[in-house]
């Protein structure tokens, strides 16, 4: 048997894109992820694995809460691009975007958007270059009917790319 890593084999794992979003004061971030999970149902615990690195990561760290809105299939390229590959630091992302404030404070993102949760930071894991928060649901919200965009779907049929600090980047990815 052959010890070598074969990357490819990671592309068969399932994943959802979603906008994991936090504050941190008055000032929201948000992120695409494709690393969340429920982890279990009573209570409701919802995992989202973010980059140490990221502004989204400081901002739940600093105010304890985060929000997921699961992204439809429709969702257009540039709108994921807004969220996925522009930083927090410099371009407020939710300038152009239909959001709204939530129970917790954090924002939800309302476009593109097939459903909405918010929850309280649980317990947080460092795990190398990223952070496994564990959240316990406080609220959410079905908004639509519709297929929530997978990464696959994303990779095949959008042709998207994982950028650097997202926890499926594999350097000089497949087609």
């Known amino acids: 048997m052959e010890d070598a890593i074969d990357k490819r084999a990671l592309y068969t794992l399932s994943y959802g894109l979603y906008i994991v979003c936090s504050k941190k004061g008055d000032k929201f971030n948000g992120q695409v992820a494709n690393a969340v999970m429920q982890v279990t149902s009573d ?17 739940i760290r600093d105010s304890g809460v985060f929000s997921v809105s699961v992204l439809g299939e429709d969702t ?43 929850a309280r930071v649980v317990k947080e894991v460092d795990i190398f270059t990223h952070v496994l928060f564990f959240g316990e649901v406080l609220f959410s919200r079905r908004l639509g009917e519709g297929r929530p965009l997978t990464y696959a779907h994303y990779r095949e049929i959008k042709k998207g790319r994982s950028p650097r600090n997202a926890p499926t980047f594999i350097l000089n990815e497949m087609p």
């Open 76 to 118: 257009p390229m540039t709108f994921i691009g807004n969220f996925g590959f522009k930083c927090g630091r410099d371009f407020n992302k939710f300038e152009k975007c239909s959001f709204e404030t939530g129970k917790t404070g954090a924002p939800l993102v309302l476009e593109h958007s097939l459903a909405v949760m918010e």
């Open 43 to 59: 209570p409701v615990v919802l995992a989202a694995c973010l980059h140490k690195e990221n502004l989204t990561t400081e901002c």
